[in-house]
C-alpha cells in the first residue's frame, strides 16, 4: 500500500473512513471486475458507460504499476488506470494527432 488514510472533512456525526491506496496488478483483476458490476449496476442509463473485459485489463497490467486503487474493508471502492492510446477505431483522439500536423 502507498498509505492508509483516515480523515472525516464532513460533519461531526460522519464516520471516519479508512482506505487505503495501492498499485494494482493482475492480483486485482477479479475485485476490478466487481466494481465495474457496481458501477454499470447503479447507473441510471447503462447505455453511457462502457464495460471492458478482464483481456482488456490484463493487456493494461503489461505497463508496471499503470493503475492505482483504493479500498476499504470491503474491497475496492476506486481505480484509475494510466493507459497509452493506440492506433485503433476505438480511439477517439486519433482526430487530434493529425489535426496538429
Same mark, same amino acid.
Given at each position: 500500500?502507498?498509505?492508509?488514510?483516515?480523515?472525516?472533512?464532513?460533519? =461531526?456525526?460522519?464516520? *471516519? /473512513?479508512?482506505?487505503?491506496?495501492?498499485?494494482?496488478?493482475?492480483?486485482?483483476?477479479?475485485?476490478?471486475?466487481?466494481?465495474? *458490476?457496481?458501477?454499470?449496476?447503479?447507473? $441510471?442509463?447503462?447505455?453511457?458507460?462502457?464495460?471492458?473485459? !478482464?483481456?482488456?485489463?490484463? *493487456?493494461? +497490467?503489461?505497463? $508496471?504499476?499503470?493503475? !492505482?486503487? /483504493?479500498?476499504?474493508? $470491503?474491497?475496492?471502492?476506486?481505480?484509475?488506470?494510466?493507459? +497509452? =492510446?493506440? $492506433?485503433?477505431? *476505438?480511439?477517439?483522439?486519433?482526430?487530434?494527432?493529425? /489535426?496538429?500536423?
Amino acid at each position: 500500500m502507498l498509505y492508509n488514510q483516515k480523515k472525516n472533512k464532513g460533519s =461531526p456525526e460522519e464516520e *471516519d /473512513a479508512v482506505f487505503g491506496i495501492r498499485y494494482l496488478d493482475e492480483d486485482h483483476l477479479e475485485e476490478m471486475m466487481s466494481l465495474q *458490476d457496481v458501477i454499470v449496476q447503479n447507473l $441510471e442509463d447503462k447505455e453511457i458507460f462502457r464495460t471492458h473485459s !478482464i483481456d482488456y485489463f490484463k *493487456d493494461l +497490467f503489461q505497463v $508496471e504499476k499503470a493503475a !492505482i486503487g /483504493a479500498s476499504t474493508e $470491503e474491497g475496492l471502492i476506486v481505480c484509475s488506470i494510466l493507459q +497509452f =492510446p493506440e $492506433e485503433i477505431e *476505438d480511439n477517439y483522439g486519433a482526430d487530434v494527432k493529425s /489535426a496538429h500536423r
